[in-house]
């Protein structure tokens, strides 16, 4: 009996699935680390930082002159637009001193630390499992927008460096536009009101200016980063130092403990076989197996968690929580077919172990149940064994066997007439019966040929034809008649050849019926034995002839065309002649 369990081999496709999904995300925080890595410190940091200072005290400087000028305006109209100048110079002002203190301290993220406050333990009566399920998971998806999040940025420092540079240089030519105006021709109030625009739209310059030169620092930043290639390299380092490792160890202890758990039970296994050699593997013991086998996935992936748990990266603990509630969500859809599984293989099922059951056209025994797979086995097939998936056992059914069942109709070297050819059987398969008919090979499909009902000649068979005489001789005695035709037909076929006689078991000879339309009917039958397969074509025509022999000899009338051969029907044998069948004469039957 093989192992019920395969566990190694059988889980293979979900480990490899799972490989495939960590591998993926691998690669992706690969890049995210090199993305989020900090800037390294360029020779000109002085300069940058000189400029930054510059930048900042003239922004001051316009701040404190448009105070003034709000404090002189009248016009409700002018107040408004030197407000708005007022915020953009606050908000440019903050700007440049972020990032002349972000300067200062090497790239430093300072918003981080704006309104940093402490977590508080939660009360245990206002616990709250979904928050707890949500703080564990938060850190995968804030993994999974960093992904993209350096990428959006400096998309953004792009396009905002564009459209600042072009709002520039359209505020230069409106600018240009406006001096080149002959403004002697105009009038005081039209030259008063040009100098307001060219002094409004000069403070928008400036603003635009300022903001772009802060894009700009931003944007040498980024260019100083280095290439796509240079960071990828610099991440997986990062990446294989850090995560791989404890990716390296959390999965080591995963598969190790698989593995040694799968060895112990692979001797436990051998050590069962070798006590109950001979029992039918029993409920218990597969109980046992299938409560082992769920016991060591759990055990090997808490190790796992705790693994990643203990590494302290919240990033690689949610990700593998993520996947075991994927997969506890996949199994909720899949219960029933679990529990039909698990059914089948405590051997509770229509078709259990040790029985027969018919499996595309072809009988098969049940050898062997797992929990994934289940073997099936023809002894009288070359190469006959199966494996298939336990789920093709639901809706099957199967009986218990006994010894002397018949597996197949037939045996290599064994004669048959199948669909009217003579054939002797060279090979069968599960998938092909290979026939030799007089040097011409025939290839059946095993399902196929079954389904055709072949006639085994190997074992016997019978011969039958029917014998009429006319109505004239309807005062003859039956009995006589019957004897007279027996003894005719032994001296032509029995008294004749001396290995006929032994290959005839019985000739019977009885009155069938009356016939209206040809006169009497009588039956010749000739049971044959193992060694008759030469006679098959011969004996019907010695049988003819015995029969017109006896009618010459008696003056009988024969009506026309009346000896025919009615059948030749399959007697069938007890096995035990079935020794005796491979040793018959040749293949080819005598023709007289």
Request: proline letters at 3%.
């Amino acid at each position: 009996m093989k192992h019920p369990f395969t566990i190694l081999r059988d889980q293979s496709r979900l480990f490899r699935t799972l490989i495939a999904f960590l591998v993926l995300i691998c690669a992706s925080f690969a890049t995210a680390q090199t993305d989020t890595a900090q800037p390294q410190t360029v020779p000109n940091e002085v300069e940058e930082l000189n400029q930054i200072k510059t930048n900042l005290d003239d922004v001051i400087a316009k701040k404190e002159a448009i105070k003034k000028e709000l404090a002189k305006a009248d016009d409700a109209e002018q107040k408004e637009s030197l407000t708005y100048t007022l915020d953009q110079l606050t908000l440019q002002k903050k700007n440049f001193e972020t990032m002349f203190e972000k300067k200062a301290l090497g790239g430093l993220d300072i918003d981080r630390f704006e309104n940093f406050t402490t977590q508080e333990s939660q009360d245990p009566e206002t616990y709250d499992w979904q928050k707890e399920l949500i703080q564990i998971i938060q850190p995968v998806f804030s993994s999974l927008q960093d992904l993209t999040e350096s990428q959006r940025k400096k998309d953004g420092v792009r396009a905002n460096k564009n459209t600042l540079e072009e709002s520039v240089a359209m505020i230069d030519k409106g600018i240009k536009h406006l001096d080149k105006i002959d403004k002697t021709a105009l009038s005081p109030a039209s030259q008063e009101s040009l100098e307001k625009i060219r002094a409004s739209w000069e403070i928008k310059k400036a603003n635009f200016q300022n903001q772009l030169d802060l894009v700009m620092l931003e944007y040498q930043e980024i260019e100083k980063e280095g290439t796509f290639i240079e960071r990828m390299i610099d991440g997986t380092i990062n990446f294989l130092t850090n995560r791989g490792l404890i990716l390296l160890l959390s999965f080591g202890a995963f598969f190790g403990l698989l593995y040694l758990f799968s060895w112990i039970l692979n001797r436990l296994t051998v050590y069962h076989e070798k006590k109950y050699k001979h029992r039918k593997t029993s409920f218990a013991w597969r109980l046992t197996l299938l409560l082992y086998q769920i016991a060591t996935f759990a055990i090997s992936f808490t190790a796992l968690l705790v693994i990643l748990h203990s590494s302290g990266d919240m990033v690689l603990f949610g990700f593998a929580i993520l996947i075991l509630f994927a997969f506890l969500i996949s199994f909720r859809n899949s219960i029933p077919a679990y529990f039909k599984k698990i059914r089948t293989f405590l051997n509770m099922g229509l078709a259990r172990e040790g029985e027969r059951l018919i499996y595309q056209g072809i009988p098969w025994r049940i050898e062997n149940i797992n929990l994934y797979s289940v073997y099936l086995v023809n002894p009288a097939l070359d190469n006959g064994k199966l494996r298939l998936n336990v789920d093709l056992l639901d809706g099957m059914l199967s009986r218990p066997v006994k010894m002397d069942e018949i597996w197949f109709p037939c045996r290599p070297g064994d004669t048959v007439i199948i669909d009217g050819t003579y054939a002797k059987v060279v090979r069968q398969t599960p998938e092909s019966v290979y026939l030799d008919s007089f040097g011409s090979t025939i290839n059946y499909p095993t399902a196929n040929f079954i389904a055709a009902k072949p006639k085994n000649l190997t074992y016997g068979y019978s011969i039958t034809i029917n014998f009429t005489l006319s109505h004239d001789h309807f005062d003859l005695d039956i009995e006589e008649t019957i004897e007279k035709i027996r003894e005719s037909v032994e001296a032509h076929t029995i008294n004749v050849d001396e290995g006929m006689k032994k290959a005839i078991n019985a000739i019977t000879v009885d009155f069938r019926e009356i016939d209206s339309a040809s006169g009497l009917v009588y039956t010749v039958i000739a049971s044959m034995g193992v060694n008759a397969l030469n006679y098959y074509y011969s004996l019907p025509r010695l049988m003819q002839r015995a029969c017109v022999k006896a009618a010459q000899k008696h003056h009988w009338t024969i009506p026309y065309s009346e000896v025919v051969i009615s059948e030749r029907d399959q007697t069938p044998k007890p096995l035990e002649l079935a020794k005796a069948a491979q040793h018959a004469g040749k293949m080819g039957p005598k023709e007289d």
